[in-house]
């Protein structure tokens, strides 16, 4: 029961995060700035990024839920803290601010920060770890979109 309630605070902060993420890129996907850049050919279509979201985001909370059964931390708060600060910030500094090549910077912070938490934070959680995948692919397509406009513009 424990673990189901965590599961649900973390499915409505994660949401949260998203709509927070959503209300800071002010459009950006939708803007002139974006749709006139020299896209990566491997871009997806604007509707992969939501479904992609919302099935990471679903993820994410369940193998936090177990995380923070087993081991509830300060390290994995701040760990937790600092995925939400970055997942977040990026959307504003790269849509809203243009701000290309700090965005590529957050998001390989936070695809690092991934990794961690696949690595090392999961010891307890035994198979739960293998959810952070859909989060860490998606990432690292990301950050090479991000990589490739810093490049090609």
């Known amino acids: 029961m424990k673990q189901l309630k965590l599961t649900l605070l973390f499915l409505i902060i994660n949401f949260g995060g ?10 950006g996907p939708l803007t002139n700035w974006y749709t ?17 979201w919302t099935l990471i985001m679903i993820c994410f909370a369940i193998y936090l839920g177990k995380l923070f059964k087993e081991e509830n931390t300060k390290k994995n708060k701040l760990a937790f ?3 939400f600060i970055l997942n977040v910030s990026w ?9 290309v090549l700090l965005g590529l910077i957050i998001i390989t912070l936070l695809t690092a920060l991934l990794f961690v938490y696949f690595l090392k934070l999961s010891n307890k959680v035994n198979n739960y ?6 989060y860490i692919i998606w990432l690292c397509i990301a950050t090479s ?6 490049v090609h513009n």
């Open 18 to 27: 998203l709509a927070i993420g959503s209300w800071l890129m002010n459009n």
């Open 36 to 52: 006139n850049l020299n896209q990566a050919p491997w871009t997806p279509p604007g509707i992969v990024f939501g479904i992609a």
């Open 81 to 83: 803290l600092l995925q």
């Open 91 to 99: 959307n504003f500094i790269f849509f809203n601010q243009h701000f």
């Open 129 to 134: 770890k293998y959810l952070l995948l859909p």
């Open 145 to 150: 979109l991000n990589l490739y406009i810093l």
